[in-house]
């Protein structure tokens, strides 16, 4: 009984925490004015609003042929179409939640990122490095049409800590109390590499599947990630590196 009443009266002296989910984009306004002590975005922010513009030619023609994303045949131009939309895209995010949050108040941010030595023009993640092959290998089955591939641009970027940090201070609202990035393997506790690709497939297709299946039809999917899990099989056994780098920022409102 005196166990229970000493619980119950430390419980007592824990401060409120009130939740609440809304409907609506998180790069427009969702809370009301100067009511959140603390906002956590979870891996939502490398998604794009939408598909960078400027990935077109005067004439109409899309210039990231073959590619679905940033890859090393990119034309320089993508990468920086990519990371001006990035930019557009978080400065509106900061800038919503700034008149949302409390001055003095913290957002505690996690982003899918690159390296900082990576190369803006060249660099992808191995996800997409995998499923643009598996997409392309479709044109060659005559499953999808070369035109169709051209014209599809992933909705997602992955920033540097820097580019984040550049963007966060140029924007004003927020002050940056601490940014890193951490690297991880993804599932290297599976030893068996059909195992573990059979895994980190369904991993891809999670994520994926619902924007692959509007642009090109659910009709090939079942052949799209059959052909993804093999090119990840193979990527295991040539010992290609299957990392994520998490970019973590705690900002305060200003």
Request: glycine share 6%; no cysteine.
């Given at each position: 009984e005196?166990?229970?009443?000493?619980v119950e009266g430390k419980s007592k002296k824990v401060p409120l925490c009130f939740l609440m989910g809304v409907p609506g984009s998180y790069y427009g306004r969702l809370f009301?004015?100067?009511?959140?002590?603390?906002?956590h975005a979870n891996c939502t922010l490398h998604w794009l609003s939408q598909a960078p513009v400027g990935l077109?030619?005067?004439?109409?023609?899309?210039?990231?042929?073959?590619?679905?994303y940033i890859s090393e045949t990119s034309p320089r131009e993508v990468g920086k179409a990519y990371l001006v939309q990035?930019?557009?895209?978080l400065t509106q995010f900061l800038q919503c939640r700034s008149q949302e949050?409390?001055?003095?108040?913290?957002?505690?941010?996690?982003?899918?990122?690159?390296?900082?030595s990576s190369n803006l023009?060249?660099?992808?993640?191995?996800?997409?490095?995998?499923?643009?092959?598996?997409?392309?290998?479709?044109?060659?089955?005559g499953m999808v049409e070369e035109e169709k591939v051209d014209s599809f641009d992933f909705p997602y970027f992955g920033a540097t800590k820097e580019e984040i940090q550049s963007i966060v201070r140029a924007e004003g609202s927020f002050g940056v109390e601490k940014m890193q990035t951490v690297t991880h393997s993804v599932a290297n506790e599976i030893e068996c590499?059909?195992?573990?690709?059979?895994?980190?497939?369904?991993?891809i297709r999670a994520f994926t599947q619902p924007l692959l299946s509007r642009y090109f039809g659910v009709q090939v999917l079942g052949s799209l990630y059959h052909e993804l899990t093999l090119l990840t099989l193979?990527?295991?056994?040539?010992?290609?590196?299957?990392?994520?780098?998490?970019?973590?920022?705690l900002l305060r409102r200003i």
């Open positions: 005196e166990k229970r009443e000493d009301p004015k100067e009511s959140l002590h603390l906002v077109y030619s005067p004439e109409g023609r899309a210039i990231n042929k073959g590619n679905i990035f930019e557009g895209d949050v409390l001055s003095n108040g913290l957002m505690l941010l996690t982003f899918r990122g690159r390296p900082s023009a060249t660099w992808q993640p191995w996800e997409l490095k995998l499923l643009s092959q598996a997409v392309t290998s479709l044109v060659s089955k590499n059909m195992e573990r690709a059979e895994k980190l497939g369904k991993f193979h990527h295991l056994e040539t010992h290609q590196p299957v990392d994520h780098f998490i970019i973590i920022a």
